[in-house]
T-cell receptor, first 116, second 114 residues
């Protein structure tokens, strides 16, 4: 069965600090996708990134970067020079391809508070 | 392009009433997913539908809950005889196809059962 663990429940940082959100996953499939979503205080879920299991290249998008390591089953998310607008709950999610259903399994989320 | 639309955004029901939650997928998307977010449990998959078909309902409670995605119109998540434990945020997501596509979420419906 697939599982996603976000060990950090809450993190507080001061504005302009860098912060890394951890995500560890478990799956028996060789083909799977990993995602990060952001849930700001307004409540909607915003897609940030998708990675497939065959692509371990790290990715950078502005102040956001992602580090995917299959050897440790981790898909960590770093925000550089954090801003108050980054305050949100961040969810890591996994989707297996073997079962024929593309449901997302979410971690419990990490609540990030960026203090001005 | 309009995103995934959900209505109502907030819904209040008394115990025993029915709740109907609607989801209109993004244009061009024919796959719909429903998730529930409970305070202590996080986001959990409920059901996956394509037009006129339920593909996977493994996350749906066995009783009182049903979902449909008709040929015309929005997807509906229906909860009969609501109980306080049904109070949660219900999110709908859509994708163009099921396989490799990202699921894009709607703003959610916050259901409160009094």
């Amino acid at each position: 069965a697939q599982k996603v663990t976000q060990a950090q429940t809450e993190i507080s940082v001061v504005e302009k600090e860098d912060v890394t959100l951890d995500c560890v996953y478990e799956t028996r499939d060789t083909t799977y996708y990993l995602f990060w979503y952001k849930q700001p205080p307004s409540g909607e879920l915003v897609f940030l990134i998708r990675r497939n299991s065959f692509d371990e290249q790290n990715e950078i998008s502005g102040r956001y970067s992602w580090n995917f390591q299959k050897s440790t089953s981790s898909f960590n998310f770093t925000i550089t020079a954090s801003q108050v607008v980054d305050s949100a709950v961040y969810f890591c999610a996994l989707s297996e391809r073997g079962a024929g259903s593309y449901q997302l399994t979410f971690g419990k989320g990490t609540k990030l508070s960026v203090i001005p | 392009n309009a995103g995934v639309m959900q209505n109502p955004r907030h819904l209040v029901r008394r115990r025993g009433q029915e709740a109907r939650l609607r989801c209109s997928p993004m244009k061009g998307h024919s796959h719909v997913y429903w998730y529930r977010q409970l305070p202590e449990e996080g986001l959990k998959f409920m059901v996956y539908l394509q037009k006129e078909n339920i593909i996977d309902e493994s996350g749906m409670p066995k009783e009182r809950f049903s979902a449909e995605f008709p040929k015309e119109g929005p997807s509906i998540l229906r909860i009969q005889q609501v109980v306080r434990g049904d109070s949660a945020a219900y999110f709908c997501a859509s994708s163009p196809s099921g396989d490799t596509d990202t699921q894009y979420f709607g703003p959610g419906t916050r259901l409160t059962v009094l």
